[in-house]
């Protein structure tokens, strides 16, 4: 039974490390090519007037330190799920967030071990979640799972290594600088969204050139991360942002096909400046994933661990 549990804990958090190497690259510089003829240098205007507001929204976003966040993320058939709470980055990335699955096959697991949501709380050497009284009667009482971002980089493959990358590294603005390193980016037009003015902006990303430039990965790990995401299916991702008076985030959404369905992610920003206070969870009531791995033969960097496979049926 525990094994069962394990194993399910790891989809959870192979999952995790998938969406986070999809949706958090870092930025690069880019720039519009020229282009013949009035039409042309339209575009090209337009697309410098676009990168432009773009670089004034990234300073602005990352310079707020931190916001109140709320999303909802699909992927395929494999999970649907919502989520809100507090994120900070000004001295790294720090933040407090509930989440609920809503759907998918992640749901039904999650509903066998007792509960459909949980608590996650970010700091800058690990991520942790509250798995709920179920888990914690399987698990000699604790309560709590530390995900240590070098287990997950280690375990997960390139992308685990990304993911370590970015949950290191990261800010709301992750979406701005996607658009700004992506060379396509235009000016979508003025929408209000929860009754604020905004600018929207588009454009389309691939997602293995922009990690490879942007990221800090060896060479191996960036041949290994590729490789995932070939597997998955995820060449390239739609990304559009709104942003308002103040060159803040409002609101992000993205899109990518995937060989199992399509993952869409739409995340709104609101109350810059929020404090945040994220805390790591008593150590006594903690378990580490690699100690859970261990108690099962398995250690991180394993084929178990890196894809989340199980050689047992859901139970």
Known sequence: MKSTMVRRVTVSIALTTALAGVAACNSSDS?????????????????????AALRSAEKSTDGADSARIESTTTLG?????????????????????????TGGTMADTMRQMGSDSMEARYLSDAYYAKMGDAFARQAG????????????AKFGGGSGALLKDQMQNSSPNQSVKLLLASGDVKKVGEETVRGQRTTHYAGTVDVGDLAARSS????????DMKKQFTTAGITTEDVDIWVDAKDLLIKAVSKAAMSSGTMSSTTYYSDYGVKVSAAAPPSGDTE????????????????????????????
């Open 216 to 223: 800090h990965l060896t060479a191996g790990q960036l041949a």
């Open 77 to 101: 058939t494999l999970m649907s799920m919502k989520s809100g709470g507090v994120m900070a980055w000004g001295d790294g990335f720090t933040g407090d967030m509930t989440i609920t699955y």
């Open 288 to 315: 580490d994933f690699k100690d859970l791995l261990k108690t099962q033969g398995m250690t991180p960097g394993s084929g178990d661990t890196a894809t989340g496979s199980s050689s047992e049926s859901p139970s």
């Open 31 to 51: 720039s519009g090519s020229s282009g013949k003829g009035d039409k042309a240098g339209h575009r090209s205007a337009t697309r410098v007037s676009s990168i």
């Open 141 to 152: 009482g604790k309560h709590w799972i530390r995900y240590g971002y070098d287990d997950l």
